[in-house]
């Protein structure tokens, strides 16, 4: 690496920017009380020649952020728990934030900045980070971990997901097992990786049995309890309709039970249906949701660990890892109708 590309500590870039070190520590822990003008100088600095911090042992004040796409519903309690179970053993202490869409560019991260250098790191969860906010963290030498990732993680960053595209087979195939060709499914938003994965699982599982994929089953969904209610409905009110609706989370299930019960239907006798997440709430839901558990809050300790084996300096032995979705067979699926049969 040559001197011109070798990161700068602060005393390095103050020197060449021409100020003070106190400005330039202000500028990279976020802070505000910097003009304009100079902060946009080593902001440059900072993106042509990067930050040299020293490397610290979390201590009992270190901090992992957890940053979270939308803090809605289950999901995210999951993720909370995996992250605290390393990060209490290790007395270090968690923050929670969200990442909210449209916002502000810098908001969250300025949050991040000013909290160093207690601040480990950042564990992204199903967010997709803009390129000018992972540069920042990367200048900053901020590691950064994405959990469940909603999009291709690209080259050199470390991400943790689960076995979405198996999961969205051994689900279909659950329901073909059982005697279903009307199998319908509703996706996530189109442009999550874990959607398209699990949309995929299912043609592949379909195609294999032999069984046509019928466009008119494939509902986009968004991942909500409204939006599955809004899209199972519609395709219950098809002419043929399906007899098994596979719904890409456990919310959207939910949604595909409040349409079965306003349509007059019994879950499982007129319609099966099976989830994805296996949250704790659907073993008591009315029947008991079959699903496929996808581990969050294991994949949650294990992002946790590969943030902290970075911010200690060391390399991962591993930079993605894919956890393994199991199938869990409840009281919500069963043979279709005698007279749907195929």
């Known amino acids: ?49 990067g930050y040299r911090r020293q490397r610290r ?9 957890l940053v979270f796409h939308a803090l809605e519903g289950d999901y995210p309690t999951e993720i909370i728990k995996g992250v605290e179970r390393v990060a209490h053993a290790q007395e270090i202490t968690v923050g929670v934030s969200e990442l909210h869409h449209p916002a502000p560019e810098r908001g969250w991260l300025e949050g991040v900045l ?24 990367a200048h900053r030498e901020i590691p950064l971990v994405l959990l469940d990732p909603a999009d291709d993680p690209g080259h050199g ?27 319908a499914i509703i996706t996530g938003p189109e442009n ?39 899209e199972a409905e519609r395709l219950l009110r098809l002419p043929d309709p399906p007899t098994a609706i596979f719904a890409t989370n456990d919310g959207q299930a939910i949604g595909a039970y409040h349409a079965a019960r306003r349509l007059g239907l019994r879950i499982p006798d007129d319609l099966s249906v099976i989830g994805f997440d296996d949250l704790p709430p659907m073993r008591w839901a009315i029947p008991p949701l079959t ?30 890892i894919e956890l393994a979705t199991d199938l869990v067979i409840r009281e919500s699926t069963a043979p279709p109708p005698a007279r749907k049969r195929s």
Do not use: C
């Open 192 to 230: 999550a990786l874990p959607s398209r994965a699990r949309l995929d699982g299912y043609r592949t599982a379909l195609d294999m049995a032999g069984v046509p994929v019928d466009p008119q089953l494939i509902a986009r969904g968004d991942f909500l309890i409204e939006g599955g209610l809004a």
């Open 57 to 65: 042992r979390p201590t009992p004040t270190a901090l992992v952020e």
């Open 1 to 49: 690496m040559t001197a011109e590309s070798s990161p700068l500590t602060i005393a390095q870039l103050a020197e060449l920017a021409g100020v003070s070190t106190a400005t330039v520590s202000k500028v990279v822990n976020g802070r505000s009380e910097v003009a304009p003008e100079t902060r946009a100088a080593v902001e440059q600095l900072i993106r042509q020649h």
């Open 157 to 183: 960053i470390p991400s943790v997901g689960a076995g979405n595209w198996n999961g969205g087979l051994t689900a279909t195939r659950h329901l073909l097992e059982l005697g279903h060709r009307r199998i």
């Open 291 to 320: 699903t496929i558990r996808q581990p969050l809050a294991d994949m949650a300790a294990a992002a946790t660990t590969m943030l902290l084996t970075l911010a200690h300096g060391e390399p991962l032995p591993q930079s993605r």
């Open 114 to 137: 000013r909290r160093r250098p207690t601040g480990l790191g950042v564990i992204a969860v199903f967010s997709s980070l803009s390129q000018s906010q992972r540069e920042q963290l």
